[in-house]
């Protein structure tokens, strides 16, 4: 199912699945780690992340899966991808800190 192929109900209640399911992956991570509730709704309320949620969640469920599954599929999605761009964001910085104390007059210095 594409995005153009919906009517204005199926529009809307992708909607209501994308917001609900995008706020139960920031309650999570929220409720487990702690992270701020706000900056993981920014986060995740952009139109890059509400596309991928969208997309995962019609995927899943046009491949048989129910509404309930087909969300938690789409929330893991979500999740992952975030925990991923963060460690690849910590590494990248932690490189930089490694670089930085190997210079002369560095951070190490």
Known sequence: ?????LTE???A????AVGDIIACAAHALHATHGHDIDALLRTFTRPACTNAVAVN????LE???????AAADAAVMLIRAWADAR???KA??????????DIPGGAGA
Not at 1 to 5: A, L, V, Y
Not at 63 to 69: D, F, I, K, L, T
Request: hydrophobic share 30%.
């Open 1 to 5: 199912m594409e995005f153009n192929t």
């Open 9 to 11: 109900s199926e529009v």
């Open 13 to 16: 209640e992708l909607g209501e």
């Open 57 to 60: 969640y019609l995927h899943a």
């Open 63 to 69: 491949q048989g899966r129910r509404n309930g599954a």
């Open 87 to 89: 460690l690849e964001t």
């Open 92 to 101: 990248l910085l932690d490189a930089r800190r490694r670089t930085k104390k």
